[in-house]
């Protein structure tokens, strides 16, 4: 068992990570529905990794302060109670951590056809369709995670209740997790890895040819491609943070399949730790990645810190707006 400073630590990182998430992420949904820039496909979708992002945090940090007191999987209601919120944390969990994965596939996807194909609309009108494209996106989540309400509920050791997984009597959890392990690596981590990889690679390398040919191009050509290379280069390290953070986690559960055999030995909990640690840090860098690199982000949360710059910022844009019909108006 860990010594009470380090429990200390870890609930202090914990609740200081919560907070973080929930302040970042909630700032960035106020932000995109403040702001009628911020309202595209993009912007939506990065609306939509926030709320996931805030869901993963709500049902999995918690809990991850209650193991550091008590055992692995410790449960501590019990009843009807204790297997609906089982089955529903192991739930929400799982299908917070999916739906990121998948909106950042759509979000490639939809810079792709932006970038490289700018001229080709059918892509572009079905992302237009947001809501119906989140829908997707959440109902294909929700598909693996249903497991769960079969896989997990209560049991009681030695007068104290657990919430557990396990695949029993169809087959032992230890020939189960080793299917398992090798599936959910390849189909949440190493197929979008390579799709997301690729996608990104054409699409540096069409804004790398683009940029050669602008030089005569019109002033609004110049400013949309300026925007496309921002933006794409935000998602890119968007990218490339949440894969780096998922590495560990990955390593992790690897070496519990395959190495240790389903028995974790004593010195494994820090690894865990960290592994836990690096995927709810993701959802707490997410926002900070958002406001370095988009003006409106950061123009947003200056208005929300101080409300006077929003005013300031609506009747210059009036005043811009009344001086240009003006000029238009015959004499």
């Given at each position: 068992m860990d010594s009470n400073l380090i429990k200390s630590i870890k609930t202090v990182a914990h609740a200081s990570l919560l907070l973080v998430i929930l302040v970042g992420n909630?700032?960035?949904?106020?932000?995109?529905?403040?702001?009628?820039?911020?309202?595209?496909?993009?912007?939506?979708?990065?609306?939509?990794?926030a709320v996931s992002d805030i869901f993963l945090s709500l049902f999995g940090l918690p809990i991850q302060i209650i193991h550091?007191?008590?055992?692995q999987g410790r449960w501590l209601v019990d009843g009807d109670f204790g297997t609906i919120t089982c089955k529903?944390?192991?739930?929400?969990?799982?299908?917070?951590?999916?739906?990121?994965?998948?909106?950042?596939?759509?979000?490639?996807?939809?810079?792709?056809?932006?970038?490289v194909y700018?001229?080709?609309?059918?892509?572009?009108?079905?992302c237009r369709k947001w809501f119906l494209v989140i829908t997707l996106i959440w109902l294909t989540a929700a598909v693996y995670p249903s497991i769960n309400f079969f896989k997990f509920d209560i049991t009681t050791k030695s007068s104290e209740t657990y919430c557990l997984g396990?695949?029993?009597?169809?087959?032992?959890?230890?020939?189960?997790?080793?299917?398992?392990?090798?599936?959910?690596l390849v189909c949440f981590t190493v197929v979008p890895f390579l799709l997301l990889?690729?996608?990104?690679?054409?699409?540096v390398l069409s804004l790398y040819r683009q940029k050669r040919c602008l030089q005569l191009a019109s002033e609004a050509r110049q400013r949309r491609a300026s925007e496309n290379k921002r933006v794409t280069y935000m998602l890119v390290t968007v990218v490339i943070v949440f894969l780096a953070t998922w590495v560990p986690f990955n390593i992790y559960w690897f070496y519990r399949a395959y190495v240790w055999n389903w028995q974790r030995p004593c010195e494994s909990r820090h690894l865990i730790f960290s592994a836990n640690f690096m995927i709810y840090a993701y959802p707490a860098v997410n926002p900070v990645i958002y406001f370095i690199f988009?003006?409106?982000?950061?123009?947003?949360?200056?208005?929300?810190?101080?409300?006077?710059?929003?005013?300031?910022?609506?009747?210059?844009?009036?005043?811009?707006?009344?001086?240009?019909v003006s000029s238009q108006l015959p004499i």
């Open positions: 909630s700032l960035l949904i106020v932000v995109t529905c403040r702001n009628h820039q911020l309202q595209t496909t993009v912007h939506f979708l990065i609306l939509n990794m550091t007191y008590l055992n529903t944390v192991a739930f929400a969990t799982d299908i917070s951590r999916i739906v990121s994965v998948l909106t950042l596939q759509v979000i490639a996807f939809e810079r792709f056809f932006s970038v700018p001229m080709q609309k059918s892509f572009d009108t079905l396990s695949w029993k009597p169809l087959i032992s959890n230890e020939e189960a997790f080793k299917i398992e392990a090798p599936i959910l990889t690729s996608l990104y690679s054409v699409i988009n003006e409106n982000y950061r123009n947003g949360f200056k208005d929300l810190l101080c409300p006077s710059n929003f005013f300031k910022r609506l009747r210059r844009r009036s005043t811009k707006t009344h001086a240009m």
